[in-house]
């Protein structure tokens, strides 16, 4: 076999003892080791050969110094936001940064002032919560509405409360729920932020993870030029490279671009690591079909979930449209949320993120990653289906 050869998704590689969180860490966050890992939201595939060759070639100059990003890593970023979701972004709006996290804490303390209201639609990924309560910013959440066909954003609770936002933090598409929101939605989302003169952070690190046959659609194609709109990309989720961190802040106004810049290099913040400029651009220069037959697995994957939820109705969820991540509804099981953790933990063993930890509607949810072989997903399920006789 070549060097850099693909390695199927179905290649079940052991991560143990590669001081791995999602796996090296299941005693210290769940009690016990033997649990299934299907929380922290990375995937147990092997990265593209891609990114692994250009890895390897970048090893074989012996000198990791101070670097900068080529010119090509920014022709490649766009190249990619062009031909796969139509979004000829603007190189000159680019901002590098070291991770997705670290720059939703960037614009929040960047862009508004202690005590200001930042509006999060909820459940949401547990820093958006952190990025606000941990700055000292008031939090307003706003929870999604569920309905029939899934969930939507509640308009008339946002327009209620964004009288007393500075910012709006939209996760798109949406960890938690897999929603990738549509244009109605988005450019609702854009008249409440002009009306209300919102600066909009959007996270689009899932982007590239639809289901085949969804698409999503960059708010930033939707935005008039008056919105003060930043939007977080990263390879990371993608390409399954969270480690490398990595990032890029699309920033359309440039006093905020420079506020922002203010506050990396306050905090003397170099996200220039020679590994990570190198996988970066490699992915989004190559990667095109290695994403396509991932969508394609992961299709695969939730169609297990699908039939699994046929026979054992009790749990639901609405099949997410983006991500690789199941909101699984257990509040048919009637159980405190201490006691759903229990449950997973101690009879399914299965390790899954708890649904509280997301905020505002978060009760009686866990959150399942089936980022994994197939295998694997099979054996997690037929795990939870033997626990669920009790019921
Ligand atoms: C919505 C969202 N944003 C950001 C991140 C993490 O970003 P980073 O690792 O670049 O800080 C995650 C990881 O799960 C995520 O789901």
């Not at 959440?141 to 946002?158: I, M, W």
């Not at 802040?249 to 990396?264: E, P």
């Not at 990653?369 to 054996?379: A, F, H, M, P």
Request: charged share 20%; hydrophobic share 45%; glycine share 6%.
């Amino acid at each position: 076999m070549p060097k850099f050869a693909e390695i199927s998704f179905d290649t079940v590689i052991d991560r143990n003892h590669t001081d791995c969180e999602k796996f090296d860490q299941r005693e210290q966050r769940f009690g016990r080791a033997d649990v299934m890992p299907l929380w922290v939201a990375d995937m147990d595939f092997a990265a593209p050969a891609c990114v692994r060759k250009a890895l390897a070639q970048r090893l074989e100059h012996p000198v990791f110094g101070y670097t900068f990003p080529a010119d090509t890593l920014y022709e490649q970023l766009c190249g990619w936001f062009a031909r796969r979701h139509q979004w000829a972004l603007d190189p000159a709006q680019v901002m590098l940064a070291p991770g997705v996290v670290p720059s939703l804490f960037a614009c929040v303390q960047a862009l508004t002032q202690p005590g200001e209201g930042v509006l999060v639609p909820t459940p949401v990924y547990p820093p958006f919560l952190g990025a606000v309560q941990q700055t000292g910013r008031e939090l307003i959440q706003s929870p999604l509405r569920e309905t029939e066909r899934g969930y939507t954003l509640d308009f008339e609770h946002l327009e209620r409360e964004a009288a007393n936002a500075r910012m709006l933090l939209l996760c798109s598409p949406h960890n938690p729920v897999g929603r990738v929101w549509r244009a109605d939605e988005l450019k609702a989302l854009i008249d409440l932020a002009l009306r209300h003169r919102l600066v909009v952070v959007s996270d689009d690190i899932h982007c590239d993870l639809t289901y085949l046959g969804e698409k999503h659609l960059p708010l930033a194609t939707l935005a008039p030029p008056e919105l003060r709109l930043i939007t977080a990309l990263s390879p990371s989720k993608t390409f399954n490279i969270p480690a490398l961190n990595l990032s890029a802040l699309v920033v359309a106004h440039r006093g905020d671009s420079n506020a922002i810049q203010k506050y990396f290099q306050r905090q003397r913040v170099n996200p220039y690591n020679p590994f990570a400029l190198v996988a970066f651009e490699a992915a989004y220069r190559e990667g095109d079909a290695w994403l396509e037959a991932l969508r394609a697995y992961l299709g695969a994957n939730r169609q297990l979930v699908a039939e699994f939820q046929q026979v054992h109705p009790i749990l639901r969820c609405h099949l997410p449209q983006a991500s690789c991540l199941i909101w699984l509804d257990c509040r048919a099981l009637s159980l405190s949320d201490p006691d759903l953790s229990a449950f997973f933990i101690e009879k399914a063993r299965l390790g899954l993120n708890e649904g509280i930890s997301f905020g505002m509607g978060g009760e009686g949810f866990m959150r399942l990653n089936i980022g994994t072989q197939k295998r694997v997903l099979e054996l997690a399920l037929a795990q939870l289906a033997a626990s669920l006789k009790e019921f």
